[in-house]
């Protein structure tokens, strides 16, 4: 599929429709298309794996969900577009000092790996205030996270929310309670509430 975008570029995207993107998938749209710009997965609900990305940039392409090729496509640059929550704590968790490094799984959730202590797989999103609703909403997108992340400097979620993460063995913080999340494991990690 051939898109001109406003500055009058032309952006050829190869559709698919499956629940998880995989770097087989994205080998065969490149012998399909070399010239591609970016294999999209569209429809609702569906992914790509971090090493189906990684495939992609290796053959000079992008692997995208359809939001995320809707935004790319009105940037300047369309290669190489993410959420700016999802590029800050990529480039800001390596300096953790608990952190080992952080591996993309999918298009919003990091694994991170932790000196001496299990990794954690966790989803980013970016709600003023994140209530049950929402909640369940990322867990129904990402269901085998360990936390769930509300990015943002002023975002928050509700006590409700906190509670029915947790009763779902699963952590739910804002960025900079994350911080401190990190030095723990196991039940200690998802119970963790930063000192008053």
Same mark, same amino acid.
């Given at each position: ?14 559709? !698919?429709? =499956? ?10 749209? +490149?012998?399909?298309? @070399? &010239?591609?710009?970016? =294999? !999209? ?38 290669? &190489? ?31 991170? #790996? ?27 997108? #990402?269901?085998? !996270?360990?936390?769930? !992340? ?6 928050? +979620?509700? &006590? ?8 779902? &063995? ?13 030095? #723990? ?8 509430? @930063?000192?008053?």
């Amino acid at each position: 599929m051939l898109v001109t975008r406003k500055d009058k570029t032309p952006v050829r995207l190869s559709l !698919v429709s =499956v629940p998880i993107l995989d770097e087989k998938l994205v080998d065969e749209c +490149y012998s399909t298309d @070399p &010239g591609i710009d970016a =294999v !999209v997965n569209s429809g609702k609900d569906l992914h790509y794996s971090g090493p189906s990305k990684e495939r992609a940039h290796s053959l000079g392409f992008e692997a995208y969900t359809f939001k995320e090729a809707w935004s790319a496509i009105g940037r300047r640059e369309f290669r &190489g577009w993410e959420p700016s929550n999802l590029t800050y704590a990529r480039t800001t968790l390596p300096s953790h000092r608990r952190v080992s490094h952080v591996e993309r799984v999918c298009e919003s959730i990091l694994r991170i #790996h932790r000196n001496n202590i299990p990794a954690v797989d966790i989803t980013f999103v970016d709600a003023y205030t994140l209530g049950v609703a929402g909640l369940q909403q990322a867990l129904g997108w #990402h269901p085998n !996270v360990d936390a769930v !992340v509300n990015m943002g400097a002023y975002n928050s +979620y509700t &006590g409700e929310a906190k509670e029915a993460a947790a009763s779902l &063995g699963i952590g739910l913080f804002t960025y900079k309670e994350l911080m401190g999340a990190l030095h #723990h494991a196991e039940q200690r990690f998802i119970d963790y509430t @930063p000192p008053q």
